[in-house]
């Protein structure tokens, strides 16, 4: 626990009370409440969380008005540029970049738990073809914990490990297989002469009758997708998997609630809904119909793919992706598709719009990695399952740094109650 560095006072009527304040290495000072009710018998009221820090950290960094993320104090720019997913997953999950023995040992480590349990296979023949593949990873991943039995004791550091090997190791094979499922095609075996990406992409995209070489270039950029998306401190998906782990249900358990949450269109599912809206707008005549409905107060539309919780300046990862894109479209000779177009001019009009301007609107991460992995080849449903395998190591460390810590206790935020205050039953013939 960081020691106190001040003192904040609350004037609660008559009473003052001293609340503890800490000074974090970096970000803004935080007031302790913990005893509040205690003291005081008043609760805090915050919902969304938007000032509420929930947890110690350690991991990852946000400065959301300089748009800077970093990873263990890493710039994502850096990382992007001269790392690569696996090393950058040895950095979330312990700490430190790896030196070479140590890199080689965690690449061994990893490489060897690509292949699921084969019942598994069964286990995905029961949905129905048509399933949405983030439905499918949620039940099968929630499911692994019915596989692998010896890595479900939470306190043992050496269990928490394999479990978080695993799920590195294994969530491209399991979001790959359900692509392969929704498209009738049969499910390809890891390969473990294969990078990491170079290995998934392989795994989605060859067929049994058929060679298929990987291009460098795409494995680069879907490396690049994966770093970028490792992790974001305390988003939704991330809180979800941290309460769920604080009851003290297993580490498979906990990712399959963190899938589920970050299927929502405010969070990952936003590069499936983006993609989808620059297909709905269609030609970029009518672009102006669909900002004037973004700007309406009376209508839910929202442009997908813009705006952030945290970075009101810009998202860094987004500046990276956006290079990203540039060298993918090239690549596969997509010049002046019209979904590029619209995104294009779309980006355009919402950067000098003064509405977006003023609510700090900037394109997000989800406006750019749609347009990569439609380039790519992939469905649209299959961009959320891509998020939630690059995001698996991020809320596997923010797990493991939460059951490590002796002080984590459960979860359990209180409530503003606002229901009738009470009432004597009433027996149903009498109402
Ligand atoms: N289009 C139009 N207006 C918007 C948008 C948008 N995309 N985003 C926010 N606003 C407006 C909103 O109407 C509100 O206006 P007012 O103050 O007049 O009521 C103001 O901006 C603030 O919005 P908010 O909902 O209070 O902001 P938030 O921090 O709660 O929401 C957000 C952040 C990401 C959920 C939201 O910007 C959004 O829904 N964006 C579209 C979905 C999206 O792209 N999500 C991906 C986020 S990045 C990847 C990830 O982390 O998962």
């Not at 939470?154 to 490990?161: F, K, L, V």
């Not at 491209?172 to 392969?180: C, E, G, R, S, V």
């Not at 998997?241 to 003290?248: C, E, K, M, Q, T």
Request: net charge negative; hydrophobic share 40%; proline share 6%.
């Amino acid at each position: 626990m960081v020691k106190s560095t001040g003192t904040a006072q609350l004037k609660l009527g008559d009473k003052t009370i001293d609340l503890p304040m800490y000074t974090p290495t970096l970000g803004p000072d935080v007031v302790d409440i913990g005893k509040l009710y205690a003291q005081a018998d008043v609760f805090t009221y915050d919902p969304g969380f938007t000032s509420t820090a929930a947890c110690e950290s350690a991991i990852t960094y946000i400065d959301g008005d300089k748009g800077e993320l970093l990873y263990r104090g890493y710039p994502i720019e850096q990382l992007a540029d001269e790392s690569h997913f696996l090393e950058v997953c040895y950095l979330l999950l312990f700490g430190n970049l790896p030196n070479k023995a140590e890199m080689e040992d965690f690449e061994f480590r990893v490489t060897n738990h690509t292949m699921v349990h084969e019942q598994m296979h069964q286990f995905f023949r029961g949905f129905r073809r048509d399933s949405h593949p983030m439905a499918t990873m949620v039940g099968v991943v929630g499911a692994m914990s019915a596989f692998y039995h010896d890595s479900l004791d939470i306190n043992d550091p050496w269990q928490r490990e394999v479990a978080a090997i695993r799920m590195i190791a294994k969530l491209p094979t399991i979001a790959a297989m359900a692509f392969k499922y929704s498209v009738g095609q049969p499910f390809v075996y890891p390969k473990n002469s294969l990078a990491y990406a170079e290995n998934f992409l392989h795994m989605c995209f060859s067929v049994p009758a058929a060679d298929y070489k990987v291009n460098p270039i795409l494995s680069k950029a879907m490396d690049r997708i994966m770093m970028l998306h490792a992790d974001h401190e305390q988003n939704a998906s991330t809180s979800t998997v941290r309460l769920a782990g604080s009851s003290g249900a297993n580490p498979f358990a906990c990712i399959a609630a963190g899938i589920a949450c970050l299927w929502g269109p405010a969070h990952g599912g936003a590069n499936q809904a983006c993609l989808e809206m620059l297909r709905e707008i269609g030609t970029v005549d009518r672009i102006p119909e669909f900002i004037a409905r973004a700007k309406d107060k009376n209508d839910p539309f929202r442009l997908m793919g813009f705006g952030h919780r945290v970075y009101k300046n810009f998202d860094p990862r987004a500046t990276v992706m956006k290079e990203s894109a540039d060298e993918v479209l090239e690549l596969m000779g997509i010049h002046n598709n019209p979904t590029l177009q619209v995104a294009k001019e779309l980006e355009r009009i919402a950067l000098e719009d003064e509405y977006f301007i003023s609510k700090k609107l900037y394109p997000n991460v989800d406006f750019y990695s749609g347009i990569i992995l439609d380039a790519m080849g992939f469905p649209t449903s299959m961009f959320t399952p891509i998020f939630a395998l690059s995001r698996t190591v991020g809320w596997i460390s923010q797990w493991k740094e939460m059951i490590g810590d002796p002080t984590q206790k459960i979860g359990r935020p209180r409530q503003l109650y606002v229901g009738e205050s009470y009432r004597d039953y009433v027996p149903v013939e009498k109402r």
